[in-house]
Structure formats: C-alpha cells, structure tokens
C-alpha cells in the first residue's frame, strides 16, 4: 500500500508492524469520530469520507455478533450458526447494498459500502450494549429506533459525497431496511433471552 502525501509517495511495506497496527487504529479512531460527530462540513472528517478499511467493520460486526449470541436464544439453534448468520447478513447485506447503489448509478465502491454500513453498525451495538446492561424491556424499541435513526444518517454521511439528491432516498430505504434487520430482527423468539450473558 501506497500512501501520498503532499506529492510525496511513501512505500509502507518496510515498516514495522506496531506502525501498521498505529495507522490502522488511527484510521479507526477517525472512521468512529464520523461516527459520533458526523458533521459534514468539518474537514478532519471529509478527508476521511472517501477513505475506506476494513478492520473496523470487522471488529464491530465480530463484537456485534459475539453480544447478540451471548444475549439470544432462539429456539433449538446452535451458538455457532446464530454468530455465523449475523455475520453473513452483515457483509452479503453491505454487498447488496451496493448493487443497489451501482443500479442506481450511485458512485461507490463495494469496500466503500461495507465500510460505510460497518461503521454504521456502532449504534445498534452501542443499543444491544445498553440493553445488557440495564435489562429493561420497555427502552428495548424507543433504543432501537434511535439506532435505527443514528445508523441510517452514519451512512448519509459516509456516502455524502457520492449521493445526488435525487437518488439519496432511493439508497437510503434500503440502508434503512437493513438496519430494521439489526435492530428489531434478532429478538428472542417466544421470549427465550438467556439469564447470563457470558
């Protein structure tokens, strides 16, 4: 990987690898402050829009998918196929997002969607976190319509610079459905939640 900077192209692959990891994490942090503070105008954070990775994506969705194992139960299946299915739905979902986008010539690249949608998926963690931790079923939906709300305006932002306005809802109904997917569809099944989280 090459990366330019003032006109200057500097080779990474004789670094070590704690400055990989450091690049990597920095990258990270500043992927998370679009999503904590995703104003547009600031340009700290459009110099990142453009730039795509995929680590923190994976992280989140692994994290994601490790807490919604450990927190539902849902009839007769395995841990292993529930943690497998919330991971596929995760990536296969992202690429699909993207076909839709490309249909609707939308100038975005596949790595670009799933980053997008992988960052974007923060919030619902942060909800799933929230509802361990306080167990209280009456702030399970007004929870998970705000992370349905957060998610759906991380991926605006995200793609701020590729969507037009006349195509922007024609790509966010579906960012939005596939959100729903995360938010409300891995709820337990006839009320099986399990008593321990670990």
């Known amino acids: 990987m090459e990366t330019k900077n003032n006109d200057i192209v500097e080779s990474t692959l ?9 690049r990597d994490v920095r990258v990270i942090f500043a ?5 904590f503070f995703a104003n547009v ?4 954070i459009q110099q990142h829009l453009d730039d795509w990775d995929l680590w923190g994506p994976l992280l989140i969705g692994l994290l994601f998918s490790l ?6 139960a849902i009839g007769n299946l395995d841990d292993s196929v529930l943690f497998s299915a919330v991971i596929l ?18 100038n975005v690249s596949c790595f670009q969607m799933i980053c997008a949608t992988g960052y974007a998926l923060t919030p619902t963690l942060i909800r799933l976190l929230l509802e361990c931790l306080l167990d209280e079923k ?6 998970a319509i705000l992370s349905l709300i957060w998610s759906v305006h991380v991926v605006n932002v995200f793609l701020s610079k590729s969507l037009t306005n006349d195509r922007r809802l024609l790509v966010l109904i ?4 596939y959100f729903f997917c995360f938010n409300f569809c891995f709820y337990p099944i006839n009320g099986s939640l399990r008593g321990n989280y670990v």
């Open 138 to 143: 009456f702030i399970i939906v007004p929870l």
């Open 41 to 44: 105008a600031n340009p700290e």
């Open 14 to 22: 004789d670094e070590s690898v704690y400055d990989t990891i450091m």
């Open 67 to 72: 807490i919604a194992t450990m927190r539902y």
């Open 31 to 35: 992927k998370m402050k679009i999503v």
């Open 89 to 106: 739905i995760q990536w296969l979902g992202a690429v699909g997002l993207y076909v839709n986008a490309k249909l609707l010539n939308v």
């Open 174 to 177: 579906p960012v939005a459905i």
